[in-house]
């Protein structure tokens, strides 16, 4: 959008001494003609913009053209620039780049880089295709639009859905969408991976009342619903991966040995995958029916992957 560039050729100029026409049409992707153009509107508006010809010409800004930025301290701006830097792998690099111009700017006589924390939100196995139905999910959220889009759940059933699409929310290195369920009258969270043909309609949405709190309301539910407890043994150097990735309790300790409980949710595909990757560094004791189903599974994986018995 037009209003959205001025901004961002307006902060890529104050961060710079000196900017040719050329350089912000390779910067903006749009021609030298657009650049001039917006050149011209940002000189209309106030902005003291300086025109300089010959081999070392180009735009510039007047110097004491800023925002006042004392309103923050280096605490405060370090923080700032810890939550730019850590969405660069969850939005990708463009619009963490031009809000880090912005930042730059505005905190021009202050220490930006270099900070000792630093977050990792990266999705190195997200589906391309992810970044795509992200935007135009976020588009129907501000236009308050319902969207239509085929969803396969993880016990790999399939089905149309149209949902009001409330929020969006990034967790366990992965993006979904929060909304309302018109076929199910309920609230309702979808993975974006699992979101084939994703569409706007033009059916609007009526505003849904504390869709903050809807939401904590649905995690809150959503935890506890259909929770089983698992009793397992394992070898004591084994303690922090089962507490990493498990949440429950240590029951007895003995010298080598560790006897927990840890909670599981029923159907969990990526629990249940865990679990079967510690192989035989645990023992699963109870329920018999736990032990049972995981027994099946392995004899149908070896029975699948080894139909002859040559192992």
């Not at 129907?140 to 949902?163: D, G, L, S």
């Not at 059916?203 to 903050?212: C, I, P, S, T, Y």
Request: overall charge positive; aromatic content about 12%; some cysteine.
């Amino acid at each position: 959008m037009k209003i959205e560039r001025l901004l961002n050729i307006l902060f890529y100029l104050l961060n710079r001494e000196r900017v040719t026409a050329n350089e912000l049409a390779q910067q903006f992707q749009v021609s030298k003609r657009t650049i001039l153009r917006d050149i011209d509107t940002l000189s209309l508006s106030g902005v003291p913009i300086y025109a300089e010809v010959g081999a070392k010409g180009g735009y510039s800004i007047h110097r004491e053209y800023h925002i006042n930025s004392k309103i923050m301290n280096q605490e405060n701006i370090e923080y700032v620039v810890l939550a730019i830097e850590s969405l660069r792998g969850v939005y990708g690099s463009k619009i963490v780049d031009e809000t880090y111009e912005k930042v730059r700017h505005i905190f021009t006589n202050q220490k930006i880089e270099g900070q000792a924390d630093r977050l990792d939100l990266s999705v190195l196995s997200e589906h391309p295709e992810v970044v795509s139905r992200l935007n135009l999910i976020k588009e129907a959220i501000r236009e308050q639009k319902q969207i239509e889009f085929i969803y396969t759940n993880r016990k790999n059933q399939t089905k149309n859905v149209r949902i009001d699409s409330l929020q969006l929310c990034y967790k366990w290195y992965s993006w979904y969408v929060f909304g309302y369920n018109h076929l199910k009258s309920d609230y309702r969270m979808y993975k974006l991976v699992r979101m084939q043909e994703v569409k706007q309609t033009q059916r609007l949405w009526q505003q849904h009342q504390e869709v903050n709190t809807l939401f904590l309301n649905y995690e809150k539910k959503w935890a506890q619903k259909e929770r089983q407890l698992v009793l397992i043994r394992y070898l004591k150097c084994y303690r922090g991966l089962i507490e990493e990735y498990f949440s429950g309790e240590i029951i007895l300790e003995q010298e080598e040995m560790i006897t927990s409980k840890i909670w599981l949710r029923k159907d969990d595909f990526v629990q249940f995958s865990l679990l079967l990757g510690f192989g035989p560094k645990i023992e699963i004791l109870e329920p018999a029916s736990f032990s049972e189903k995981v027994q099946r599974h392995l004899e149908e994986t070896l029975k699948k992957n080894y139909p002859n018995g040559d192992r």
